[in-house]
């Protein structure tokens, strides 16, 4: 699961420095849950940045938030799309 984050958001580690701290910011969102406004924003332009490279998405009604059970935190995102990029699909 981590690995996938990691190719979403385009973040590879190159060492182990970089995986630890991939992870322990990893762990630290678990621990934090309840994050500012702010810091969802900041997500959000992220996810809209690299989605925007494959898709034609809506960017004013994409919705995204953290939700937590007793054993994990899931991000969750709503994000409509309107056409896909077929010069950035693979295979062409």
Do not use: C, W
Not at 35 to 53: A, G, L, R, T, Y
Not at 81 to 86: G, L, S
């Amino acid at each position: 699961m981590f690995e996938l984050i990691q190719k979403l958001f385009g973040r590879e580690a190159h060492g182990s420095k970089d995986i630890a701290k991939e992870r322990l910011r990893f762990v630290l969102v678990h621990d934090r849950v309840n994050v500012s406004p702010q810091f969802m924003e900041v997500i959000k332009d992220d996810m809209i940045k690299v989605i925007s490279n494959y898709m034609d998405i809506n960017e004013t009604e994409m919705e995204i938030s953290l939700t937590k059970t007793n054993t994990q935190v899931a991000l969750v995102a709503n994000i409509p799309v309107n056409r896909m990029k077929r010069s950035n699909m693979a295979g062409e």
